[in-house]
């Protein structure tokens, strides 16, 4: 009989990869503890309309992203697909408002959303989230970005930088919702279909499209933090003020939105380069009307999450890449591969690379195997297929990427990549 396999996109974490998770969640329970944040759960699955109204309508999240359902009584509910709505929820239901000691949490679970998976994206990820409430200084923001930075430092991450951005108030955005329009109105037509509607329901999502001809048509756009008022431009000069007296480097990035419509004023997201196509670690910012817009008092807010699929990948690469030494293994295929494979060898010694290969002739697969044991970070492969073209394949050991160099400039590009 055939076997039933996991949902596609949600993974089962095994003995072996589970010390990773434990690690992590148990330094961000001491962080945020130190910090001042106590844990909250919250359910998994929630009423529709909580995320409907706390995300926005018009967000990819709740336009294409929900897993919904209805129960038996014909109620809409959904599984969560971010932590903020929940908490947020919680915080009104149980008058937490009311409890000086209750202003600021943490939550760790699974999230759910219905994105194409690929590397570091998933049906059902994880999240560290964090939220704090009543509280609209600018301090703070700096405080919750450096927390942030003080726990991917204590978990190990490295390499990772702050993005930050104001997205004004709600009145500097009407202002700047129709300049957008407008704008665009000239591409209106060469937009991907998402965006030609996204311009009139939403038009700041378009930032967050990865069509090119819609990131042509947003090249030299007008960018909302040229146009915030004054009291969003002092907030915002105060964050980044406190932030460098927390010595806590940062880029501005005026074109991040984020993908909900919470947030105003400061947003801000932890970027990698390591991850492919899914380059945020975390990511969050104020959002001074969602306690208000979902029944509460008019109650300022500010928060993060963080994807612990993403971020313990990049831990693990980072492990993986601290075991390989800048060494390369050159797996030969057949006699003329091996001739040239002899060549290079010498080359890439000569220019000071720590460099093995083979000479007996044997299996890619047995070849790989040795490479490994060497802790080899390239290899490069080379049969005749590729000698005939002129190349020869790049594969990184860290990552298991692959891609094809020339031959004649291979030499070069490895020194390139050893001196960065
Ligand atoms: P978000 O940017 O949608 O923000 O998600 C935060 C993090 O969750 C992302 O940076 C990413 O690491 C991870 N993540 C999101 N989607 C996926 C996915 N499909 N697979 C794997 N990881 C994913 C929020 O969710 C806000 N609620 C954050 C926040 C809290 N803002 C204020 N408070």
Not at 319 to 324: L, V
Request: proline share 4%.
């Amino acid at each position: 009989m055939e076997s039933i396999q996991a949902v596609k996109g949600m993974n089962d974490i095994l003995p072996g990869q589970i010390e990773w998770w434990q690690r992590v969640e148990e330094t961000a329970r001491r962080v945020m503890e130190d910090f001042g944040y106590r844990e909250i759960r919250t359910p998994a699955m929630e009423k529709l309309e909580l995320f409907a109204r706390g995300i926005g309508d018009s967000t990819d999240i709740v336009e294409k992203e929900m897993y919904v359902l209805e129960d038996s009584k014909g109620e809409k509910l959904a599984l969560r697909p971010e932590a903020t709505a929940s908490v947020v929820r919680a915080f009104i239901q149980h008058k937490l408002h009311a409890d000086p000691l209750m202003q600021k949490f943490y939550a760790i679970g699974p999230m759910f959303r219905h994105e194409r998976p690929q590397k570091g994206r998933y049906r059902q990820f994880h999240q560290i989230d964090v939220e704090a409430f009543g509280m609209d200084d600018p301090m703070l923001d700096a405080e919750i970005i450096y927390m942030l930075r003080i726990f991917l430092e204590r978990v190990g991450l490295s390499g990772v930088v702050l993005h930050i951005n104001s997205l004004g108030c709600p009145e500097c955005r009407k202002t700047y919702r129709k300049v957008l329009q407008d704008f665009l109105e000239k591409d209106a037509e060469t937009l991907c279909p998402d965006c030609q509607r996204r311009r009139l329901t939403n038009p700041l999502r378009t930032f967050d499209c990865k069509v090119e001809r819609c990131r042509e048509a947003l090249e030299g756009a007008p960018l909302l933090l040229e146009s915030i008022c004054g009291a969003c431009s002092d907030h915002f000069e105060r964050v980044k003020a406190s932030l460098y007296a927390l010595d806590t480097p940062f880029v501005i990035n005026p074109r991040m939105v984020r993908g909900l419509d919470y947030y105003m004023r400061t947003t801000f997201e932890v970027i990698t380069d390591r991850l492919g196509a899914q380059n945020a670690v975390g990511g969050g910012g104020r959002y001074n009307g969602l306690v208000k817009d979902l029944g509460g008092p008019d109650l300022p807010g500010i928060g993060f999450a963080i994807g612990m699929e993403r971020l313990i990948l990049l831990l693990q690469q980072e492990r993986e890449e601290s075991r390989r030494s800048p060494k390369i293994f050159i797996a030969a295929l057949d006699d003329a591969a091996r001739q040239k494979g002899f060549l290079l060898t010498q080359q890439f010694r000569n220019a000071g690379i720590e460099t093995e290969m083979d000479y007996e002739g044997r299996s890619l697969k047995s070849q790989m195997r040795r490479a490994d044991k060497f802790s080899a970070r390239h290899v490069l492969i080379l049969g005749e297929e590729e000698l005939a073209r002129g190349e020869i394949q790049l594969r990184d050991m860290t990552d298991k990427s692959q891609k094809n160099l020339s031959l004649e400039t291979v030499v070069e590009a490895m020194k390139g990549i050893y001196k960065q």
